[in-house]
């Protein structure tokens, strides 16, 4: 069903799609080489210590992230994804802009048993239960921006990411769904954390940012804290149409 940008922005919104249709699981097997582990023991992949505290520093260049990102496949990844946006995305906004501001390439999040996908921020201090606290804004991102997370198989308590309810509500709830789902939020002002994964499995997604056209600021100066990306169609953004 149809939002508005400011319904978007008030709650966090639960949607489905068509796995069939819209294959990411397939992809990502193709890019860990065709590999029979189910997304939920990805961490079985590799033979390395991946319980060694993912930080601030390095939670986007984990040996999964370096895999994933350097894949011959991974443009296959990338097209299934701008399709998805066009198809499934767009057209939850329930406004006037037929041209909208998207991520061009989505955040990759691998969660491992025993560890976080948010990196501990030594210099901050954050605490075990609440790892990586931020919202997007704290990094410069433009407050037009609603957050999307989509998950590759099954995303639930310490292997999710807990978000508030409203900005600087201190109320945080676990973001749930599994394949097939997708959860809308503003993560711009509504901050969000790590905790510890207990569950026994890896949580992996991906997530990404998107604004109606009208909503853009094309004099940003800021840049994205890990890729060093200006906020802007061509850097950061690419432009697209819902038709």
Known sequence: MPKSYDELKANQTLFSYDTAKYNFVEKLTKIFDNCNLLVENIHEFFETDENKQVTIDDDTKT???????????????????????????????????????????????????????LGFRPNMGDPEDKIGIHCDGDYGHPESEINFMLTFGNQYGNNSCYVETSPYSNNFVALEMKYGEFIAFYGNRCRHFNRINDTGISRVSIDFRVMPLSKYDSNCEKESLHSKRKFLIGDYYVKMSRN
């Not at 040996?63 to 299934?80: A, G, P, R, V």
């Not at 499934?88 to 501001?101: A, G, M, Q, R, Y």
């Not at 989505?106 to 491992?112: G, I």
């Open 63 to 117: 040996k999964f992230h370096q895999k994933y990102y350097k894949s011959e496949n991974y443009n296959e990844m990338i097209d299934l994804y701008q399709k998805f946006v066009k198809d499934i995305v767009l057209p939850i906004f329930n406004c006037e802009d037929n041209e909208f501001v998207v991520q061009k390439e989505p955040s990759f999040r691998v969660c491992p048993p025993k560890n976080t996908a």
